[in-house]
């Protein structure tokens, strides 16, 4: 864990990533279709109401996080869970691992969370000795693969079928095929093994309920459904910030979230899962626990970003960035990528760590308009941009470029000496090649735009 | 008459989900449209919890007891929701909610009556008691995380059927 504290090589994943031509294609393609089936979805609705509503309820959550997430957890343990929080990620690890041990469970299936990507789970209790299934396909795909998700709805967004075929076959000794029909009915067969044979099924949750202490799940595949309800053992693992007040808030968030990620208007199927299987009943668990993670959570509520938290996860930001759509996901090096991913890792993992992510957005907004709960993407990038200069996590030619800039936007004798000497110093530096981006720049106009207009 | 439109609302929504949607009137008409959905199906796996499921029309030889090893899972719902095409699956009851999960077609009745307007009429008035699992089901099991290819039935049904009362 010592090379926690360097920073992370986005500009040199970046520049890795934009030159694999095959995964700008995918990127392309992913993102595009995403944001046009969103933009079908919310044509004939009243999106902005509904997103202010959805905004309205995450604030107030935050302002009150603490007496919300107590009462969830009260009617979560009447419902019949058990209720365990863990304050960073090493504790959330071990919580679960100990609750796997105790019920003596060998193979865990798991359906897609994005928290459990955050703490780094699967390593864990795979050291531990324990076999970890992902269920969801993207998630199953990377897992035999090896790979960490690059989109946090659509893990295995960058690759391509004949990759996915390719892997299918040297790992699951299946027949090769190119056709994702093909290819997904290998995996639910496999998985259905998985399924029936798992002695804990691991899940996150979209949203937890303080009213009625339920979990709510949003999936297309099924594979959350049979993770929570088909093993004896359900442990949930989610971030304080999931809760919402009550089961009739519940609509604004099941009419955004989906319509956000995927441009539908419902995912095929959403679970609300509260407490555990009581007498008569055939359905839920035996045994619930629900891991409530802080991991740094409590500090951001009370700082200047807390904004941030009211992000419900949808990957619409992720879809309508330029940058995440030229250079994926993996290159923010990060657990969620994209604008989202960039505010949330600074705050989560420290400026030190996370602060060259700054550098990947045009601040063109984008990420601001798609948000179905509001959260000031914009502003949160350009207030951390602002810290980072602050703390002093820039280069030094940067700063110096700025102070140089400063002087002369402040003086205009000094703007037009700036101006001048720009075009002097033009063709000696394209000649010695200081700086290759100069290559790109147009050479300095002989008469300057504000003398043309004067 | 207000009820009519909700139920075509549903019908409307629910097919443009993938989901495969018949109406009848009464238990002749049920019997027959499940005889339709269920040609050469021969593993059936039906609770018989309502007054309705008890009436199916479901040869002996067909059924079995066991929804992990069916080919199909025909049963009453809660109910419905129209401006989202979902159904309503609930625990209550004692209903196993995943045995509609598993085989790889669902049959699922739902009666007009209890075919909700849209979502706040149905989760604004459960309360902070509900059963333990709720489940809205909207059309067939689908992925599309190879290249967004949409596919149909990866884990779940392939086949929903929705057979409205």
Redesign the interface.
Known sequence: MGARSESIPFRENAAQAVRNAALRAAMRNATGTFSVKRSHAIASVPIEEWRELASQVRLHVLDNLEEYVNRFERNAVKAGATVHRAKDAAAAREIVWCLLKDHGARKVVKSKSMITEEIHLNDYLERQGLTVVETDLGEYIIQIAREHPSHIIVPAIHKSRRQVGNLFAEKLGCERSEDPVVLAKIARAKLREEFLSADAGISGANFAVAGSGSLVLFTNEGNGRMCTTLPELHVAVLSIEKVIPSLADLPKFIRLLPRSATGQILSAYVSIISGTRKAGEATGARHLHIVLLDNGRSDIVSGDCREMLKCIRCGACLNACPVYQTVGGHAYGSTYPGPMGIVLTVLLEGMERAHTLLDGTTLCGACGDVCPVKVPLPRLLRRLREQRVEIGFTAAAERLGMVGFGLAARSPAFFELAQKLARLAWKPARITGIGSTLDRMPMPATTPFRKRIS | MIQDAVVDLFIE?AT??GAHVVRVTNVEELNSSLAGMLDRVNSVYSPGLTETERTLDIPAECRTDDY?DAAACVEEVHGAIAE???LICS?RG?????AG??PRRHIAIVSAENIFA???RF??D????????????????????????L?I?????EHLGIIVL
């Open positions: 929504n443009k989900a992990k989202t095409g979902s625990s004692g209903r196993a909610v995943q999960l598993l849209d979502l706040d989760l604004g459960l309360g902070d008691s509900p059963p333990t699992n709720v489940t809205l089901e909207t059309g067939p099991s689908r992925t599309a995380d190879i290249e967004l290819t596919t039935g990866v884990h779940g049904p």
